[in-house]
C-alpha cells in the first residue's frame, strides 16, 4: 500500500501528464493550420503517449490501493509562433516534467517506498528519452534555420512517427 503523500504526488503526476498531452494536442492543431502535417503528426503521436504515461500512473495507484483522485486540467497556451519557437517550448515543458518526475523519485526516498522507487524508474528513463527526441528536432531546425525546403522535408521525416503503445515493463 503507497503512503498519503506518495499517493498525492502520484495523483498529481496524473494531471500533469494529462495536461502534456493536452499541449501536445494544441501544438497538433496550430501546425496542421500551418499546413505542417507531419509536425501534427509527430505531436499527436506524442499526446497519445502522454497519455499512456497517464494511464500507467493510475493503474499503478489501484495496484497499490490507493485512491485515484483526478484532478482539473488546466486549458494549454494557445501563442506557440514559429516552428523552433514551438520546439523551444516544448522542451521546456519536458524539462519541468522531468523535475517533476525527479520530485516524485524524491519523495519516495523520503518515505521508504522502494516499490514505487522502482516503479517511477521508468518515468526518469523515459524522460531522458523524450528531451533527447526533443533536442533531435531542434538540432535539425537549427541546422537549416528558415529554409522552406529543409522544413518541408523535416516535414516529411516527422510525418513518419508511428504510436506504439506505452506499457511499464516490470
Ligand atoms: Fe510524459 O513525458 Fe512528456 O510530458
Known sequence: ????????????????????????????????????????????????????????????????????????????????????????????HEKYVTDSINCVANMTDEECDLATRYFINWYISEQVEEEANVDDVIKKLKMFGDEKAALYHLDKELAGRTYKPHSYEK
Open 1 to 92: 500500500m503507497i503512503s498519503e503523500k506518495i499517493e498525492n504526488i502520484l495523483n498529481e503526476q496524473i494531471n500533469k501528464e494529462f495536461y502534456s498531452a493536452y499541449l501536445y494536442l494544441a501544438i497538433s492543431a496550430h501546425f496542421d493550420e500551418m499546413g505542417l502535417k507531419g509536425f501534427s503528426n509527430w505531436t499527436r503521436v506524442q499526446a497519445r503517449e502522454e497519455v499512456d504515461h497517464g494511464m500507467i500512473l493510475f493503474d499503478y495507484i489501484i495496484e497499490r490501493q490507493g485512491k485515484v483522485n483526478l484532478r482539473q486540467i488546466d486549458t494549454p497556451d494557445t501563442q506557440f509562433g514559429s516552428v523552433i519557437e514551438v520546439f523551444e517550448k516544448i522542451f521546456a
